[in-house]
Nanobody, 123 residues
Framework: QVQLVESGGGLVQAGGSLRLSCATSGLTFSIYAMGWFRQAPGKEREFVAAISWDGGSIYYADSVKGRFTISRDNAKKTVYLQMNSLKPEDTAVYCC????????????????WGQGTQVTVSS
């Protein structure tokens, strides 16, 4: 079956960095666009970043643009999210997702989801 497993979350001080990874199995990773979403307590899930199957198209939420970088390694079937200059408002559970459609910024367009990894940024 399809599995998406996130790792790399944790507790970091404001201004710090984290690198999230999402390892996949059970799907032909190289034909899927991938995305990262986050959900903070009491808030709706929001889009963070997305990357096309070949890395040629990348999108970011305005709130993370210039601080976060999404990338992928098709040989390792893994997508990454490098997060720099972290702020307390970045605190959330971060989930990766896969879509057979083109790169997308809305959750319902994604076919598969991981369970998420907690990122906590202290002030």
């Amino acid at each position: 079956q399809v599995q998406l497993v996130e790792s790399g979350g944790g507790l970091v001080q404001a201004g710090g960095s984290l690198r999230l990874s999402c390892a996949t199995s059970g799907l032909t990773f190289s034909i899927y666009a991938m995305g990262w979403f986050r959900q903070a307590p009491g808030k709706e899930r929001e889009f963070v970043a997305a990357i096309s199957w070949d890395g040629g198209s990348i999108y970011y939420a305005d709130s993370v643009k210039g601080r976060f970088t999404i990338s992928r390694d098709n040989a390792k079937k893994t997508v990454y999210l490098q997060m720099n200059s972290l702020k307390p408002e970045d605190t959330a559970v971060y989930c990766c997702a896969a879509t057979r459609g083109g790169v997308a910024t809305t959750g319902p367009l994604y076919n598969y989801w991981g369970q998420g990894t907690q990122v906590t940024v202290s002030s």
